[in-house]
């Protein structure tokens, strides 16, 4: 399209007004024109905060029926701006314009499934032991307990999900159903994504007639903009989805704070697929082209990517390896989200290339912003004794890891860090090995899948997008999903509160 539908204005969102700063940054964008913006500051952040909280004491206290309503209402508005939507965000990350479509789908069901969840008000966990006055040898009192939102939220936009990480993303919707006001520090690899789904949002706020504070944009800004969102006292809760280095960083300040506040951030994970022998042996190379379709899906930039497949060595393993690499090869340059992405990518290749006992399967070149698929192999041996083998690495990079049993396959996974998931790949009589390895993989990571492949995140009740450190900061909790609402709340009993006092929900 040569025609722009949408120009940014480039200013934040703050309390419901639009608020520029002299300081400006260029967005840089794949393909098109580059846009100003302005850049947030610390006083923006506090403003926002401020706002943040005066809201929670209607939008805190308001009914399910009010939130669902202005979810929809959100849905609504997104959709109204389609076509831009796809075009600024297509523009600025480089994706094709059906994923963005597919992802804006995802987010505006996300935000209608969410309220329909909160109208059943099950996620209230609502409990009730009666008054026993006669118990002997004390009466009990009549309790009541059910979940309450905990105040203003924090949100991190995401860059490898413009859309359903970011501005209107599962984070936003997960704490506005819960009944708590967001601040959104805005990614900077799609600002004006970012702003015109503030648009919407906006919209959504005055049709509802809620309060404004509900929700802020700030965009751009240094360290100091992120540091003092996590550390301002009225902010309660914070949702990251990004790096690990990153991550931590603002989880160990939310720690220090003189309030300690939760730090929900999602901080990625390799996927590792482990192959039981019977699988690899029927199936080994027709699940080979189905992993390289996963691997290089998106440019590999899904935080679910499998990077890892563990086989025992051998024939069948020989087979697989080479169906992975003749189905890998073809594959071509893909845009990657930035240039600091993609030169990170880059670097994590050379890193693994030059460690000790792996072997190079597939490479080629890649330059700036685009990546090529690479294919490496190493043992079980070198994989214990070398823990970079075990990091992330964003994009299409895919490493086989050859072991000589399944005793040493079980040692391996003991060894993984932390994961959002692991996959196993069985046939029937593979059932007795793949139960010796399930409770090890229960340990490790959220979600345990077999016979597929990691990348698709499905939006539902019983979805966990979440798992041990480091693929996220909170093992108890989810991103995805219906259970998303629940870290944005906490529970609070009322003891002999009488019924016209005690909340709606309890009455």
């Known amino acids: 399209m040569s025609t722009d539908i949408f120009t940014p204005h480039g200013k934040h969102l703050v309390g419901g007004d639009w608020i520029g700063t002299e300081a400006t940054f260029m967005s840089e964008p794949a393909t098109g024109s580059a846009h100003s913006f302005s850049v947030g500051t610390p006083a923006l952040v506090d403003q926002a905060a401020k706002a943040a909280e005066e809201a929670f004491w209607s939008f805190g206290y308001s009914t399910r029926e009010e939130r669902a309503a202005f979810l929809n209402a959100i849905a609504d508005e997104i959709e109204a701006r389609a076509e831009a939507i796809t075009q600024i965000g297509s523009q600025e990350t480089g994706l094709p314009e059906a994923r963005l479509q597919g992802e804006r789908g995802r987010t505006t069901g996300q935000l209608r499934l969410f309220a329909t969840h909160i109208l059943a008000g099950d996620y209230l966990d ?5 008054a026993l006055p006669d118990r002997a040898p004390l009466p009990r009192p009549d309790i009541r307990m059910m ?3 905990i105040g203003p939220v924090a949100v991190f936009g995401a860059s490898n999900f413009p859309l359903a990480f970011s501005t209107a993303g599962g984070d936003t919707a997960a704490a506005l159903a819960a009944g708590c006001p967001v601040v959104v520090k ?12 503030a ?12 309060h404004p504070g509900v929700f802020s944009l700030i965009q751009g800004g240094k360290r100091d903009v992120g540091t003092s969102l996590v550390q301002h006292p009225l902010i309660k809760a914070v949702g990251f989805t990004g790096s690990l280095g990153g991550g931590r960083a603002l989880f160990d300040l939310c ?3 003189p309030e300690p506040i939760p730090f929900f951030g999602e901080l990625g994970s390799v996927n590792p697929m482990f192959f039981m022998p019977d699988a690899l042996k029927n199936r080994g190379t027709e699940i080979a082209a189905g992993w390289a379709g996963s691997l290089t899906m998106g440019a590999g930039q899904f935080c679910t990517n499998p990077g890892i497949s563990v086989v025992i060595d051998g024939p069948d393993a020989d087979a697989f390896t080479a169906a992975a690499t003749e189905a890998l090869a073809p594959m071509g340059a893909q845009v990657m989200l930035t240039d600091g992405i ?4 880059r670097a994590g290749r050379d890193q693994i290339a030059a460690t000790a006992g792996v072997q190079e399967l597939l490479t080629s070149t890649c330059d700036l912003r685009n990546a090529t698929p690479y294919l490496f192999a190493t043992t079980g041996k070198e994989w214990l004794e070398n823990h970079v083998l075990g990091e992330e690495v964003f994009g299409p990079l895919g490493l086989i890891v050859r072991v000589s049993d399944m005793d040493e396959m079980r040692a391996l996974a003991m060894s993984l860090q932390g994961q959002l998931t692991c996959t196993i790949h069985l046939d029937d009589a593979d059932a007795d090995d793949a139960k010796t390895l399930l409770p090890i993989l229960e340990r ?23 798992g041990p450190y480091p693929a996220s900061t909170n093992f108890g909790a989810t991103s995805v999903g219906t259970m998303a609402i629940r870290r944005f709340l906490r529970p609070v009993s009322y003891q002999n509160i009488p019924e016209g006092v005690l909340p709606t929900d309890l009455a």
């Open 126 to 130: 609502r409990r009730h032991d009666k």
């Open 186 to 197: 805005g990614h900077s690899a799609h600002p004006g994504t970012g702003e015109i789904i």
């Open 444 to 466: 490790k990571a959220g979600r345990i899948l077999a016979n597929g492949f990691p990348t698709g995140v499905e939006v539902c009740d019983t979805m966990v997008h979440g």
């Open 255 to 257: 720690a220090q704070r």
């Open 199 to 210: 648009e919407a949002i906006d919209a959504a706020i005055k049709s509802c007639g809620i």
């Open 342 to 345: 993609a030169a990170a990518y």
């Open 147 to 149: 979940q309450r939102p």
